[in-house]
């Protein structure tokens, strides 16, 4: 019995960690349901789906059976969350139930392990209390700071190549594909330069070939992506179809402002770097700077206190 009590505190510790790692793997890594959508869309052409499992074993065993639990319960916060977690990259159903039940679990989890290390190595009370109460925030905070990380980056990718990918489409509808076709050869053309977009074009022709309507399919592109540039050209593609106006040069208009925009953000990124550089000579290089000037002061200053103290 001596044995089990001395060993409860390990295993307990143990299975904490393994399922906050398979918490964090599930949720901090990107899901292949997007490469899946576009494999079935492509096997639907040629008339052979095969099934595959869209779960893995540990939502299906862990977070599945108490999903309702961990879920909010107001429809609009939901319907919040997945478009965030969508803009993250994360398209799988059971992302806001990973989401929620990662947060839950490195809430609890991470407090567990350091408390347990803690013990051997703090010397107070309050010192562990406030290890315990730092480590549970940090672990609930951590998914939140991930995703917001991780949308941040693919907005700033896809604000980078967007102007790109309009001029390949502009150039399609000039040289005469329709709509329907220069999506599809924008998704194939700017794969290797711009993976993000080329993914997000190619799902949006897979949608529009499976036959959901043009303007549905052009409003998920553009809230898949929560970009200001593609929400304002998906806005002139539904208008430019609805009134019957030339594309092509809608799409020249478009165009130019979009390459207008990235130069005044270059320009303004520019103007940044004197600002920064400031900082960094403030915090590094004049500190230095004054070590150096004032340390012969000071030493000798100190060997005439010293000599001074020595001969009294």
Not at 15 to 28: D, E, K
Not at 37 to 63: C, H, K, M, Q, V
Not at 164 to 174: G, N, P
Request: net charge positive; proline share 4%; glycine share 6%.
């Amino acid at each position: 019995m001596q044995f089990v009590a001395d060993a409860l505190p390990l295993l307990l510790v143990f299975a904490t960690v393994a399922l906050a790692v398979i918490a964090i793997g599930s949720f901090f890594t990107t899901d292949g349901s997007i490469q899946r959508r576009l494999e079935i869309g492509s096997a639907a052409e040629e008339g052979s789906i095969r099934a595959r499992p869209t779960e893995n074993w540990f939502y299906r065993s862990l977070i599945q059976p108490l999903q309702r639990y961990i879920l909010p319960p107001d429809i609009q916060q939901r319907s919040t969350l997945r478009l965030w977690l969508l803009q993250g990259g994360y398209t799988a159903p059971s992302a806001p139930a990973v989401y929620y039940a990662t947060r839950i679990m490195l809430g609890v989890g991470l407090p567990i392990v350091v408390g347990f290390l803690a013990s051997f190595l703090a010397r107070s009370v309050s010192s562990i209390v406030l290890l315990l109460v730092v480590s549970g925030i940090v672990g609930y905070t951590l998914p939140t700071f991930v995703v917001s990380r991780r949308v941040s980056h693919r907005q700033r990718l896809v604000r980078v190549g967007f102007p790109d990918a309009l001029d390949m489409m502009l150039m399609c509808v000039e040289a005469g594909l329709g709509l329907d076709a220069a999506i599809n050869r924008v998704g194939q053309e700017i794969r290797l330069p711009h993976p993000l977009l080329a993914e997000q074009f190619e799902l949006l022709a897979a949608e529009i070939r499976a036959g959901k309507m043009r303007n549905e399919a052009f409003r998920a592109f553009s809230d898949r992506l929560g970009v200001e540039e593609v929400r304002a050209f998906i806005s002139l593609l539904v208008q430019s179809e609805e009134l019957g106006t030339n594309m092509a040069d809608a799409l020249r208009s478009m165009s130019e402002d979009m390459r207008q925009r990235r130069l005044l953000r270059a320009e303004e990124l520019a103007n940044m770097v004197s600002t920064k550089l400031s900082m960094v000579l403030a915090l590094i290089i004049i500190p230095v700077l004054l070590a150096v000037i004032v340390s012969p002061a000071a030493l000798i200053a100190v060997r005439n206190f010293m000599q001074l103290h020595a001969s009294g």
